[in-house]
Structures are given as structure tokens and as C-alpha cells.
């Protein structure tokens, strides 16, 4: 089975940081473990650049990633999948990558 990589770019809305990675960590994180095909995730915060303030790299292990994707935004806002008032959902980027060239040491 091929593996690919989720990538979400997002925002809290205004200044609301705290709440925001407290509900995407303790919350959020769990609901999309439970969506087949999704194995596995890291968060960062930006340093630089515009627009975003935050990157989650998601592992699929899943011949569909499109699919996973659909499943995500079907259960987004739903009790299986509650949304924080936290999250700037006007402003987020959700794609999927197939790995082309292995990662390499420098």
C-alpha cells in the first residue's frame, strides 16, 4: 500500500493560540486517529513566513488519499468530530503528496 502525506496549513482565529493547540492536541488529534487509513501525525509551528501559523503533517497508509480526505471533511464539525470556535475555518489549506524522492541526509 502506497503511504502519503496529509498536509493542513491553519490559523487560530485572532489571538486565541492557547485554546486552539490545546484543542487540536487533546481532541482533535484522537478524532482523526479514528478515521481509517490515518496512522499517524506531527504539528509545527511557523517561524517564518506569511499566511500560516501552523503546519500538521499527517502519515496515510491507504491506496485513496482523496478518499481519507473526503471522510475528514464529512465528519468535520459533527460529534464525531467536534470543530473548535478556535479555528479560523476561512483560512485552511488540506492536501495530500505522494512521496517522489525519499527523505535525504545532508
Known amino acids: 500500500m502506497p503511504k502519503f502525506k496529509m498536509l493542513i496549513l491553519s490559523n ?6 492557547e485554546e486552539f493547540n ?3 492536541d487533546d481532541v482533535h488529534l484522537a ?8 496512522t499517524g ?35 468535520a464539525g459533527t460529534d464525531a468530530m467536534p470543530l473548535s470556535e478556535a ?3 476561512s483560512h485552511y489549506f488540506m ?3 505522494e512521496v517522489i524522492t525519499p527523505f535525504r541526509a545532508a
Open 41 to 75: 501525525a506531527e504539528r509545527y509551528r511557523f517561524r517564518s513566513g506569511e499566511g500560516w501559523k501552523y503546519l500538521a503533517i499527517y502519515e496515510l497508509d491507504c491506496d485513496d488519499p482523496v478518499a481519507v480526505e473526503q471522510k475528514l471533511l464529512a465528519l
Open 22 to 24: 490545546r484543542w487540536y
Open 12 to 17: 487560530p482565529v485572532g489571538d486565541r493560540d
Open 31 to 38: 478524532d482523526v486517529f479514528r478515521v481509517e487509513g490515518v
Open 95 to 97: 492536501g495530500s503528496a
Open 87 to 89: 479555528f479560523d475555518l
